[in-house]
């Protein structure tokens, strides 16, 4: 009994449909599986139509670009309301200042003398929340470069010519947020901020988990932070983050948590619905 509590589709930067994932989930035998697009939760409708109907649990999700202390870190938040009203403006936001930032990252190329149009780049993307894998993708296709890797080197990554800095909000906020849609708030793959001192702000933050199980986590640093969330009680999570064959191959598979994590995510959830229907409702009479 294992899951998977991050991966992508097409909706946003991964190359599968919600549909081939579920299909791969189903396959790789998991029990429940998450949906952790970035910045929106636009494929989680399809996501869990398709996983019902092949018997895995589905876990609504996004990955949410933020910042603390000049640091670029990842907040997931599980078990959203995807309905959820400031939830859906905050998202509608970042997937603008998304397709704005292909429009400045193709200004750029033309700078160099790359043509590629931003129509391309939104057709290959067909999503709301594009990055610069897609515009990768776009130059690779165009053969203006001859694979991703190679479109990044030249154009994409930071400090080459197109660059462009990606909206973020203040992870303080982003917890905040998650909350106020129903949802946990997780640490995505700690050990790529490169900054564990990010971790007690956000935990007094009220930051609920930490993802210690990632692909690109050692051994070594699964146990250091399975040992940070246990000294700092924090939820466990993990997942591949999968991205299909954007990453060369699909990681779906590589990193099975056990079911568990997922219970004591559901047990959290719960806890902390009750204790807000209690406030909310306000009088002892409303308890029962
Ligand atoms: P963005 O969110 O638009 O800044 O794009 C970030 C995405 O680009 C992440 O999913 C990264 O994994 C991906 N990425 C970064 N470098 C590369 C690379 N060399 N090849 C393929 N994908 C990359
Ligand atoms: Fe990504
Ligand atoms: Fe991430
Ligand atoms: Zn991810």
């Given at each position: 009994m294992h899951a998977d509590l991050h991966l992508h589709?097409?909706?946003?930067?991964?190359?599968?449909?919600?549909?081939e994932l579920a299909g791969h989930a189903a396959r790789c035998g998991f029990k429940a599986v998450a949906l952790t697009d970035?910045?929106?939760?636009e494929g989680c409708e399809r996501m869990a139509?398709?996983?019902?109907?092949?018997?895995?649990?589905?876990?609504p999700?996004?990955?949410?670009?933020?910042?603390?202390?000049?640091?670029?870190l990842h907040m997931l938040g599980y078990f959203l309301d995807s309905k959820n009203t400031r939830l859906q403006t905050e998202l509608a936001k970042f997937q603008q200042v998304r397709q704005q930032r292909i429009h400045e990252m193709v200004a750029r190329l033309a700078g160099v003398g790359v043509p590629v149009k931003?129509?391309?780049?939104?057709?290959?993307?067909?999503?709301r929340s594009p990055g610069r894998p897609h515009?990768?993708?776009?130059?690779v296709q165009a053969g203006l470069c001859s694979n991703l890797d190679e479109a990044f080197e030249?154009?994409?990554?930071?400090?080459?010519?197109?660059?462009?800095?990606?909206?973020k909000i203040s992870a303080m906020e982003a917890v905040d947020l998650i909350h106020h849609a129903g949802g946990l708030a997780v640490m995505a793959h700690p050990g790529l901020n490169h900054n564990d001192g990010l971790i007690p702000d956000l935990v007094d933050a009220g930051m609920d988990g930490l993802e210690c199980f990632h692909t690109k986590h050692s051994t070594a640093l699964t146990q250091r932070y399975l040992e940070i969330a246990d000294r700092l009680q924090l939820l466990v999570t993990g997942g591949s983050d999968c991205h299909g064959m954007s990453k060369g191959q699909p990681l779906i598979g590589s990193i099975k948590i056990?079911?568990?994590?997922?219970?004591?995510?559901?047990?959290r959830v719960l806890q902390r619905a009750a204790e807000n229907g209690v406030m909310l409702a306000g009088t002892p009479a409303c308890k029962s």
């Open positions: 589709t097409n909706f946003s930067d991964g190359t599968y449909t919600p549909e970035h910045d929106t939760m139509a398709a996983c019902r109907e092949r018997g895995v649990e589905f876990v999700a996004t990955e949410l670009t933020a910042e603390h202390d000049g640091y670029e931003a129509e391309a780049v939104f057709a290959l993307a067909n999503c515009v990768a993708r776009t130059l030249r154009f994409l990554r930071k400090g080459r010519p197109a660059w462009v800095p990606k909206f056990p079911y568990e994590c997922v219970e004591r995510l559901k047990e």
